[in-house]
């Protein structure tokens, strides 16, 4: 008996999908705050594509279609994930504590990424530019 067309009953009833985050918990507990953050990122990284297909078949939608709309932001992100690293790679040798190192990896990091998605995601920048002038927001009035 399915309860929707998407077969909702999978979807809930997929214990072993669910359960996975709470079992690599418990399993990376023995190596303390290290072993449970490997082990979260192992079950996401499992996860994640599963969760994906759900989702865009529950809304019905192309999991592809889904990745392409995000393409933009996502090489965003990638782009400054790879400075920022560089960046932290540079100033490990200094003698800059570890909370001014942060500061300015946190400054860095987006002084970046407003002008990266602004190229590769015009389209992003729109939408919250709309988003602004809807909700009477300063985009319309200064131009910005």
Do not use: C, K
Request: glycine share 12%; charged share 15%; net charge positive.
């Amino acid at each position: 008996m399915r309860h929707s067309r998407t077969g909702g009953h999978r979807i809930t009833g997929s214990h072993g999908l669910l359960s996975l985050p709470f079992v690599s918990f418990v399993v990376g507990l023995p190596w303390g705050i290290e072993g449970v953050a490997t082990a979260y990122l192992a079950a996401s990284i499992v996860l994640e594509p599963a969760y994906l297909q759900l989702t865009a078949r529950a809304v019905g939608i192309n999991p592809l279609d889904w990745v392409r709309s995000i393409a933009g932001v996502l090489e965003a992100g990638v782009a400054m994930l790879i400075v920022v690293f560089g960046a932290r790679e540079l100033l490990l040798g200094t003698e800059i504590p570890v909370s001014g190192r942060l500061a300015l990896l946190i400054v860095l990091g987006a002084a970046l990424y407003v002008p990266l998605v602004a190229w590769r995601s015009p389209e992003a920048v729109a939408e919250i530019r709309a988003l602004l002038e809807r909700r009477g927001g300063t985009a319309a009035t200064t131009g910005a």
